[in-house]
């Protein structure tokens, strides 16, 4: 028998790759049986989410979806990197819900952020943060995801966007030699295309063609691996470059918004790795940035380790809409 659930709403985290499911408590703020799925081309988001809901034996009457791509108001939804769809006005009404919210999935994962605790994050340099100036958060996964938040009246707002569609800039010789073999592909070469799983593989592929070498058909994972474990030098190079362009997207976006309260960094890519990165010229591209540099040497970096800052964040923002504390 289905039990429905008025302190509990669902939530979901769909990126490009894979679909997270959860209940939120209302009034603890708590993540209650998440479940993760790998998209496949021909799902439906509606039967994944009736899916769900029946193997938890409950009912619920409103619902987050943080989602990857731009929210614009539109009744129609649509993914930018894989075919997921939907229309808000079918999910109201096939699952009877009185609120959906949907909001982009970066947005989801800064309300996260005013609630992590010491254990959900690592630190990588930088003074302490002050909460009187904005925040910054990124981070690569199937694509680059770029959010902020301000402080209004002792409340936190999300400033939602499209910031991994923003060009890269190149500093040095070998940089720019990447970018003219990526631009043979992509032809405008956005940030994206070199801070996601599929920009380590681009990055790689340049790499080999610059060197001279055959081409291969590598995976993120396989890349990674091969770097951590100095086996293939291209893939070390290919690792190092990637988190050097992490640290210099990241400190534009620190100095756009001047965000003193602390840059955090979000996504599946960068936590496999979190000793590597550390040691990377990471931090030293952060904070290169001229005149500026002095200001950047201040920000705080965070690494986020929380298993599901988008989901938490979903249950935030859903429970901020409703008006509940």
């Not at 940030?191 to 996601?196: C, M, P, Q």
């Not at 380590?200 to 396989?222: C, K």
């Not at 990674?224 to 690792?239: D, G, P, Y």
Request: charged share 20%.
């Amino acid at each position: 028998m289905t039990q429905l659930l008025t302190d509990y709403a669902l939530v979901t985290d769909i990126g490009g790759t894979n679909a997270r499911f959860a209940l939120f408590n209302i009034q603890t703020g708590e993540l209650s049986a998440i479940t993760k799925i790998e998209i496949d081309p021909d799902h439906d988001l509606l039967t994944l989410i009736k899916n769900y809901i029946e193997s938890q034996s409950v009912g619920i009457n409103s619902a987050c979806i943080a989602i990857a791509c731009p929210i614009d108001g539109t009744d129609r939804v649509e993914m930018t990197n894989n075919s997921l769809s939907f229309s808000r006005s079918q999910l109201i009404a096939a699952l009877n819900l009185k609120r959906l919210e949907v909001i982009n999935d970066f947005t989801a994962v800064s309300f996260s952020v005013p609630q992590l605790t010491q254990q959900d994050y690592v630190k990588i340099d930088g003074g302490d943060p002050n909460e009187q100036f904005p925040i910054a958060i990124y981070g690569a996964g199937t694509g680059l995801g770029v959010s902020h938040l301000i402080k209004y009246n002792n409340q936190w707002i999300s400033l939602s966007g499209e910031g991994g569609h923003v060009e890269l800039p190149m500093t040095n010789e070998i940089e720019d030699k990447v970018l003219i073999e990526m631009r043979k592909k992509y032809g405008r070469v956005s940030a994206e295309r070199f801070l996601s799983g599929r920009g380590i593989v681009n990055i790689y592929n340049a790499l080999l063609s610059i060197h001279n070498r055959p081409q291969q058909e590598l995976t993120p994972d396989i890349i990674v691996e091969r770097a951590l474990t100095n086996s293939c030098n291209i893939c070390h190079q290919t690792l190092t470059l990637f988190c050097t362009f992490m640290g210099r997207f990241g400190g534009n976006l620190a100095l756009t918004l001047n965000t003193q309260g602390g840059v955090y960094i979000a996504g599946g890519i960068v936590p496999r790795f979190i000793e590597f990165f550390k040691a990377s010229p990471f931090r030293a591209a952060f904070e290169n940035k001229g005149r500026m540099s002095y200001l950047l040497k201040k920000i705080p970096v965070y690494l986020i380790t929380h298993s599901d800052p988008g989901l938490l964040g979903a249950g935030i923002y859903l429970r901020n809409s409703l008006n509940l504390k």
